[in-house]
């Protein structure tokens, strides 16, 4: 499963989707975006790699940034609505469905756990945490946040990670010569940094060490 998602990840690289043409690109961006910020069958999607790529992109003049900041702000905010609003309709029953190829009520539970964690401000942190932003909206309708307060969270991640993560792309490759060449490079530092807090959150969750260490067989009495 996982050697699948990765090649399905691959087709939506931000170098692949602008070889379509500047229109097709602008619409798939947004799409993806829209998709991983609320639907849950959008957790695998390349979030933050395509913002950063696709500043870089703009950078180059292959596409154009202004263009590109209010497709994903738009995409962010309302792909998160839509994961609230799906929330707060299904409720509770969502952990009664059946895992599927791309449904795992884990992430829900991960969701859940964070959001009980550091509460509201779980919209805005959660934008920088991969797969928990997915579920993240989800998780405020199912606990029934006032949508006023939810919406005004979710403006102020996307702002910072659809918008931030996307001017810093741009921002690098004005400044930084042949950056195009150590893309690969600065993407994949992006990625782990994105994947920090998740591991912090691991850490510092007994439960889940606990689960980690017996997977590993660490800790067991010979």
């Known amino acids: 499963m996982i050697e699948t998602l990765l090649s399905i990840r691959h087709i939506f690289e931000p170098q692949n989707i602008a070889e379509l043409g500047k229109v097709t690109a602008y619409f798939a961006f947004f799409g ?6 609320g639907l849950f069958f959008g957790f695998f999607l390349p979030g933050d790699s395509l913002l950063f790529t696709a500043g870089f992109l703009a950078s180059q003049d292959i596409l154009n940034i202004w263009i590109l900041l209010p497709v994903f702000f738009i ?9 609230y609003s799906f929330g707060r309709r ?13 449904f795992h009520k884990k992430h829900i539970d991960k969701a859940e756990k964070f959001y009980e964690q550091h509460g509201k401000k779980t919209i805005i942190i959660a934008r920088f945490v991969p797969v928990v932003r997915t579920f993240a909206p989800i998780v405020a309708g199912i606990g029934k946040m006032e949508y006023s307060t939810f919406l005004a969270y979710n403006v102020i991640g996307a702002l910072l990670w659809a918008v931030g993560l996307t ?5 690098l490759g004005a400044v930084i010569p042949n950056l195009d060449k150590y893309l690969h490079v600065v993407v994949g530092i992006i990625i782990v940094v994105s994947l920090l807090p998740a591991v912090w959150h691991v850490l510092k969750d007994p439960e889940m060490r606990e689960g980690i260490s017996s997977k590993l067989g660490i800790g067991k009495k010979k």
């Open 167 to 171: 001017l810093a792309g741009y921002i």
């Open 32 to 37: 993806i975006i829209f998709a991983e910020s």
């Open 90 to 102: 299904v409720g509770r029953k969502i952990f009664n469905r059946e895992d599927s190829f791309f």
């Open 75 to 83: 995409a962010a905010v309302t792909g998160d609505s839509i994961g």
